[in-house]
């Protein structure tokens, strides 16, 4: 490695130490993994790690090994956000709440479908930590069943494609949003293609006083059928289509942290093709996607820069 990249690294305060090290057992391409590990890095080494169950918990923790070098606690889907209000209350009686980092891992089935209610009850009560939400858009641990995070039209386990029924038939549950409307002070999206923009955003979420939620874009090679070298691509390939808008909400502020103008969006196909998950959609198809995707993009261009949520705390 050149000085240059090092005075860089430096400079951007990107650390070399690891929290989530090698020797878990992740599939080979895992962008969950590379989220999770970058996420970790960010927050530094006073840092307190609240899991669900899911890939990361099963790959990183299988008795009696562990690939954590920092406290890290397993929750079930349900009592995650719970257990990581408990933390937070004991922090506070200990008088180390300013000094420790509180963050919470949940993958889409635990975060958007069954750990939803503990989560919303934790962020209205003003509980302090970030939540980290690694979306890979279906149920992978289980064996790739649809989740309310996975996209339209895809194919999943239990969204088959056959003669009646082509893939899901519902749309993506617009999760950031629905989390921004709970008041809190800091929302943001991210994926492992932009890592200094996460590496700050996760830095800023910690710094937020109560609640912040970080909805992270986490390609899955087994269950979206793709090669196992394409997550850092198919990331970037996401903001650009804008598949998956790269923003912040600050003090219910949208803020784009990368916009992308209409006229210089990759066509969602260009996303689309190089995923099995897919492999089945007809050109109608492909343009209803499309037609979706500027629709969601368009809603967020109308609330940019206003007051588009009440921040309570
Ligand atoms: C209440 C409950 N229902 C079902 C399961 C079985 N289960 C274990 S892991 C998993 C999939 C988790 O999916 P997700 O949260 O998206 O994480 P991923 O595995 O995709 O990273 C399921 C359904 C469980 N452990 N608890
Ligand atoms: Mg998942």
């Known amino acids: 490695m050149g000085a ?9 305060g990107l650390s070399y130490e690891e929290r989530f090290v090698s020797g878990h057992r992740a599939c080979a391409g895992c962008g969950e993994a590379l989220v999770v590990r970058h996420v970790v890095k960010a927050a530094g080494p006073n840092s307190i790690v609240v ?14 090994e562990t690939s954590w070098t920092i406290p890290w606690i397993h929750g079930a889907f349900e009592n995650n956000s719970a257990i990581a209000s408990g933390i937070d209350a004991a922090l506070r009686m200990q008088g180390k709440r300013d000094e420790t980092n509180l963050l919470v891992f949940g993958g ?3 975060t958007f479908d069954i750990g939803f209610g503990a989560l919303s009850g934790a962020l209205e009560r003003g509980n302090k930590f970030t939540y980290i939400c690694t979306d890979n858009e279906a149920y992978m641990n289980t064996g790739v069943q649809r989740s309310g995070a996975t996209p339209f039209l895809a194919n999943t386990t239990t969204s088959p494609v056959g003669k009646a029924v082509h893939g ?6 617009p999760l950031p949003l629905i989390v921004a409307a709970h008041g809190i002070k800091y929302v943001a999206t991210c994926t492992p293609a932009n890592l200094y923009d996460l590496h700050k955003k996760v830095k800023k979420a910690l710094a937020t006083p109560y609640g912040s939620f970080i909805h992270a874009f986490s390609v899955c090679p087994v269950g979206w059928h793709t090669k196992s070298d394409v997550a850092v691509e198919l990331s970037r390939i996401a903001v650009q289509s804008r598949v ?6 600050e003090d219910g502020v949208l803020t784009f942290t990368q916009k992308i103008e209409k006229e210089k969006a990759t066509p969602v196909l260009d996303y689309l093709k190089v995923q099995g998950r897919f492999k089945h959609l007809k050109p109608d198809e492909v343009e209803k996607i499309q037609v979706y995707v500027d629709k969601r993009y368009d809603f967020l261009l109308e609330i940019e820069g206003k007051k588009a949520f009440d921040t309570l705390f």
Do not use: H, N, W
Request: hydrophobic share 30%; proline share 11%.
């Open 51 to 64: 899991m669900a169950t899911g890939c990361m918990e099963v790959v990183s923790t299988p008795y009696p």
């Open 244 to 249: 998956f808008p790269l923003y912040e909400i």
């Open 4 to 12: 240059g990249c090092l005075t860089e690294r430096m400079i951007k």
């Open 168 to 173: 899901k038939q519902e749309p993506k549950k």
């Open 108 to 110: 889409d089935g635990s």
